[in-house]
């Protein structure tokens, strides 16, 4: 056993001792589900479009998003006090963040519980909360809300981190890491939580990227408690965040393009967006990968965001990884489509499972993409 707390694994796989521990994870999501196979009949119902042309190519980008099932804020009820969401032109951002606002937190509150009690310990062990959305604007902001709600103490450290997009996720594990490691004893509460409102409106010709929103983005939450120097007994870390890089693509800015407007927030999406990963991703990992003296791509397990079918099948013929790699990463897009900030936390679940149930490699790489164009990454240990 490790002096100062440390734990001990059956496989003689130990913590550094300093670097920040995944103690705990939890999700949470709205009730309404909607099976992939009836997004577009309710759709084009919900939003009085007949566009027969529009309605195929939806069809289309549906089967090729590889989306099951997700989850989603927009119900009829919304629908009904608020039809205005569904014309064309109507200036309803007071609206939309009416809903946007008390969702996120209310998903946010749930994964966040669901995740303490996973944990062990009481609420008011927390010492920091990071909160990650793309989702809400208002001030105060959902983590002073969340931080009430919790019962958390009144001291608590908070860090907002807004509008981020997609690599949000891994840029909250990135800050809590160095919170966690730079604040002895300290237990970070991080959380992220993401809906469509904001983007939700009816099909336009003039805005394709619209469909391929419809057909691939979902709601939810995450949240994980984060800490150095585990205690024995009562936490039980099941992966080191080892060491963390941010990068941006000089030039790339305009790829992924998000504006907030009057009638909610517009999206454009750039067609070279996965070849841009493509072009840059092998480095990139072997830059995190030095860290450890690892050269072998396939000697890793991979936690990757799914951002779409694309760029997993760019990453994957890029790196010449095995099919079962990206095995957890197409089953999160699969269950929840692309949830933004919160997806990389549905994968991980999925791939502490898997190394849980299979012991799996020692080393792994959490990777997110996102506008920048950025990158994400962190190199990990699996404790299990």
Known sequence: MLGGGGCCFSDERRHTPGKATILAL??????????????VQGYFRDTNCDDLAMKEKLERLCKTTT?????????????EKYPELTREGSP???????????????????????????????ATDITHVVYVSSSEIRLPGGDLYLASQLGLRS???????????????????????????????????????????????????????????????????????????????????FMELNYAVQQFLPGTHNII?????EEGINFNLGRDLPQKIEDHIQD????????????????????????????????????????????????????????????????MDYMRKELKRDGGEEWGLLLAFGPGITFEGILVRNLQ
């Open 26 to 39: 939890g999700k949470a999501f709205p009730h309404q589900v909607i099976p992939q196979e009836f997004l």
């Open 67 to 79: 989306v099951k099932t997700r989850y989603t804020v927009m119900s009829k009820e919304i629908l």
């Open 92 to 122: 309803t951002i007071k609206q939309r963040l009416d809903i946007a606002n008390n969702a996120v937190l209310e998903m946010a509150l749930e994964a966040s519980l669901n995740c303490i009690k996973e944990w062990g310990r009481p």
């Open 155 to 237: 001291d608590v450290g908070r860090v907002m981190l807004y509008f981020l997009g997609c690599y949000g996720g891994v840029t909250g594990l990135r800050v809590a890491k160095d919170l966690a490691e730079n604040n002895p004893g300290s237990r970070i509460l991080l959380t992220t939580s993401e809906t469509t409102i904001l983007g939700y409106r009816p099909p336009n010709k003039s805005r394709p990227y619209d469909l391929v929103g419809a057909a691939l983005f979902g709601d939810g939450a995450a949240a994980v408690v984060i800490g150095a120097t585990p205690r024995n007994g009562t936490e039980t870390p």
């Open 257 to 261: 393009d998000g504006r907030l407007t």
């Open 284 to 347: 990139f990992c072997k830059m995190l990968m030095d860290k450890a003296g690892l050269d072998e791509f396939n000697d890793l397990f991979w936690a990757v965001h799914p951002g779409g079918p694309a760029i997993l099948n760019r990453l994957q013929s890029k790196l010449n990884l095995r099919e079962e790699k990206l095995e957890c990463s197409r089953k999160a897009l699969m269950d929840y489509g692309n949830a933004s900030s919160n997806t990389i936390f549905y994968v």
